[in-house]
Nanobody, 125 residues
Framework: QVQLVESGGGLVQPGGSLRLSCTAS????????MGWFRQAPDKEREFVAA????????LYADSVKGRFTISRDNAKNTVDLQMNSLKPDDTAVYYC??????????????????WGQGTQVTVSS
């Protein structure tokens, strides 16, 4: 059974940093591209970042480029999202996702069907 568990969310002031982590189980982690998405109240879920199965290729939404960094540890079955220079607009529930079809090297990430429960990130003074 596939399980994706996010952690690391919280309340942070504008300009601060947080590091989110997602632990995956139930599949061979290194075979899957991984992605982070977020959903703010009354908004559609949106893509944030993705990383290829081997960790060589990454993708970022324009809104987070230069501030967020995605990384993975295939030995630990984890994917992290380091978020710096946070803004109030980054407030959302953050979800991780995986997809066996790895298209990150071609500049796109297609979300797979399973999602974690999400972790809340609130950026406020």
């Amino acid at each position: 059974q596939v399980q994706l568990v996010e952690s690391g969310g919280g309340l942070v002031q504008p300009g601060g940093s947080l590091r989110l982590s997602c632990t995956a189980s139930g599949r061979t982690f290194s075979n899957y591209a991984m992605g982070w998405f977020r959903q703010a109240p009354d908004k559609e879920r949106e893509f944030v970042a993705a990383i290829s199965s081997g960790g060589v290729y990454t993708l970022y939404a324009d809104s987070v480029k230069g501030r967020f960094t995605i990384s993975r540890d295939n030995a630990k079955n984890t994917v992290d999202l380091q978020m710096n220079s946070l803004k109030p607009d980054d407030t959302a529930v953050y979800y991780c996702n995986q997809n066996r079809r790895d298209t990150v090297s071609r500049g796109r990430y297609l979300p797979g069907p399973e999602w974690g429960q999400g972790t809340q990130v609130t950026v406020s003074s």
